[in-house]
Nanobody
């Protein structure tokens, strides 16, 4: 059973940067991996997707500021977040695109 573990969240000021990591254990990361987020009281939002070959896609809300990447040899997916805004505050989850496997989430808080 593959287990996904996120890390790298924290508190940052507006305009700052964070890098989230998602490490897979018990198996390889999946062919298509994604990051989603859920802010308090709001619906979950798909933020970014990456294929095994590195093709990426982003939500309009983060395009140009966030970068998803992966290191297949390390079974790890990353989310580099720059120019952070208070509206980026949420719990961030990595998961496979089917939604079957999810990490526990990591909190990102952007102060104004």
């Amino acid at each position: 059973q593959v287990r996904l573990v996120e890390s790298g969240g924290g508190l940052v000021q507006t305009g700052g940067s964070l890098r989230l990591s998602c490490a897979a254990s018990g198996g390889s990361i999946f062919s298509v991996m994604a990051w989603s987020r859920q802010a308090q009281g709001k619906q979950r939002e798909l933020v970014a997707i990456t294929s095994y070959s590195g093709t990426t896609n982003y939500a309009d809300s983060v395009k140009g500021r966030f970068t998803i990447s992966r290191d297949n040899a390390k079974n790890t997916v990353y989310l580099q977040m720059n120019s952070l805004k208070p509206e980026d505050t949420a719990v961030y989850y990595c998961h496979d695109v089917s939604g079957r496997y999810w990490g526990q989430g990591t909190q990102v808080t952007v102060s104004s």
